[in-house]
Nanobody, 126 residues
Framework: QVQLVESGGGSAQAGGSLRLSCAAS?????MVWFRQAPGKEREGVAS????????YYADSVKGRFTINRDAAKNTLYLQMNSLKPEDSATYYC??????????????????????WGQGTQVTVSS
């Protein structure tokens, strides 16, 4: 069993930055950030697998968000720059321990991950 604890959410103005962290209680092979805004489906934002953090990004965040991980600390990060009001959502960290290759579509899909955090709120004002 792996516990995930997110931190770093909060409020920012459009154009600003926030950095999210997700600390895992044990080794994970793949980790991902999802987000869900009120009334919308949860969407995969950015994923990272293997110790080298092979990354995939949703088109909506490419060039603005950067995912990376500190393998020694079992911690995942999401640096969010050039924030937009539409980035406002609850951000969830998820992870899995199974070693396997993934396509971009799979890596950003909920079905690939067995462990989930409680979420952290991000609010971006215009």
């Amino acid at each position: 069993q792996v516990q995930l604890v997110e931190s770093g959410g909060g409020s920012a103005q459009a154009g600003g930055s926030l950095r999210l962290s997700c600390a895992a209680s044990a080794y994970t092979y793949s980790m991902v950030w999802f987000r869900q805004a009120p009334g919308k489906e949860r969407e995969g934002v950015a994923s990272c697998y293997t110790g080298s953090c092979y990354a995939y990004y949703a088109d909506s965040v490419k060039g603005r968000f950067t995912i990376n991980r500190d393998a020694a600390k079992n911690t995942l990060y999401l640096q969010m720059n050039s924030l937009k009001p539409e980035d406002s959502a609850t951000y969830y960290c998820a992870a899995d321990t199974r070693i396997r290759g993934m396509t971009a579509r799979q890596a950003l899909g909920e079905q690939m991950y067995n462990y989930w955090g409680q979420g952290t709120q991000v609010t971006v004002s215009s």
